[in-house]
């Protein structure tokens, strides 16, 4: 099923860590198995921010096992090196968990796609975020625990989205959680609820244009074919656009950018969005009880039509 | 409401706008002898005086807690209760087969007022997806707009939404009227059986999709017709039924009828034999 959320404050910032827990908690019986969450941070916009991992949370009754903390160490420290040999200078560093680290990076990129390439070679290493904004943090369990895990409400910014998860064509992990970077792109990053039915097609012809793929999960198409679209210079409304015939299946999806939200709707109007919107705050989720943790009282709600594309700015 | 007793067996169901087909060989309609009215009751329901009026506040209560609160309030005998503080809360006034008046003080989220038969229920607020899926008999208003699934599988009454309704409005519906003061979404009367909905505004794409029956009155543009769903002359007879209808639901008084759209099946997806499958494998 999967519930998604995101707000957006426009002229302000607000304590969007706290507000995003909020909403997906309320739709945490949509899907419990994972949660994540995209923040937009007020920063200095000087440094880097790199979200990643160098290891899984292996939940229970898993088959997978559970790696030793030196191989997380081990990692990390290759990681190191390789961020040095790129000239890249760790300003602030931060293991949250022994999987789940953050960087603040100073740092020229150049070209990030060879960057995140140059670290995601490193065996069991992955990026979820990069960006000046963005962090993404994602893991196992309801929207409250993973908050409380990486101490995520007192978190201010502009906007945020976010995903609860339940899990159905692909694992209970933290790469097959949402949201999903807009790999190579800075401060993009994608949410989705539904289903989609070329996924596999549109990931071998993605993939031979040189797009990386890091899960199996449907999902992560919707970022990726983004990506690429932006790549060959299309704004973010006009990839949203094409997605609508590009993409099969059924699907309700946020994207966000360092300064703007959007949402897509797939022609059939299969997966639920309700929408609240006024002159400071924009709103949304799968449903409105979501929006109701943020504004319990009485508004104005309306869902998009089929084939829908919005896009606000802060 | 016809002469139940005059009108030949035939054209019963007809005469109450239930359908268009006429129905020949098996059916397994039921007709009740309206004198017989009193024998036929559902289990936990209440006489209630409407002018006994009451408030609840379901601010801090769960939609199982709030469901309970009301059907102890009609066993009290309260037929006028007032819904303070719903809050989008799902599944609100579910199951209520009472004759009563309920005013939702906000909105609700989805599966509101789902499997009703009778109430009188006002919503002052937006409304989630599959409001009053079920819905056999009653009324049921909403002041604002309406999530997908509006009005799923209802089999009578009426359901009227003064705003707009997302996609598959009416979907699978077998009897009753949907009326949109706004406009709707994609797949609207998706596979409906029966009934009627009229729709002010604008309509999206696959309007009637697979429609087995019933019509669809359209006052707006509409994004495109779905299989099986063709244009049908608008009569004098459907013209003076929409002004009563819309003059009932208090939506659209003074919208020019005459220029709606009507819209049925085609009837050329489907094959209304009547023959139970054993009875056809029998034919063949």
Redesign the interface.
Known sequence: MCGIAGLIHRGKSSNVGSELQGMLQALKHRGEDSTGYALYGDTDGKNFIMRFKVGENVGEGSSSVMEDVSVYDERKKIVDETLAEMGAKIVKEERTLPYSLRYEIDYNVKDLLEFSQRIESIPGVEILSMGKSLEVIKDLGNAKMVCDRYSLDKVVGTHAIGHARMATESGVDIKSAHPFWGYPFSDVSVVHNGQLTNYWNNRRVLENKGMRFMSECDSELIAVYLAEKMRDGATLEEGMKASLTGLDGVFTYFVATKDSLGMAKDTMAAKPLVLYESDDLVAMGSEEIAIRSVLPQEIDTYDPFDGEVKVWQI | MANLKTVSKKSKAQSMGMHTEVLTGRTQQKFFNPDEAENFYYFGTYDVDFNKRTELDVKDMTAPEANKEIDNLMSQGYGTIVIKNP????SLGVGILNKLNLIF???L??FGMGSCDGPIVRIN??V??SCAENLMAGKVVIE?????CFGAAIRGGDLICK??????TGIDMKGGTIIIGG?A???TGFMMQRGRIIILGDV??NLGDSMYDGTIFVGGEIGSYGSDAVDAELTKSDQDWLKRKLKVAEIGENFDVSKMKKIVAGKKLWNYDNLEPTEKKGAI
């Open positions: 809050q989008g809360k799902h003080e906000g909105s989220g989805y607020g937006r989630g997806w604002k707009n309406a999530g997908s705003g707009s309704v997302g996609a598959r406009d979404g994609a797949f999206g794409i």
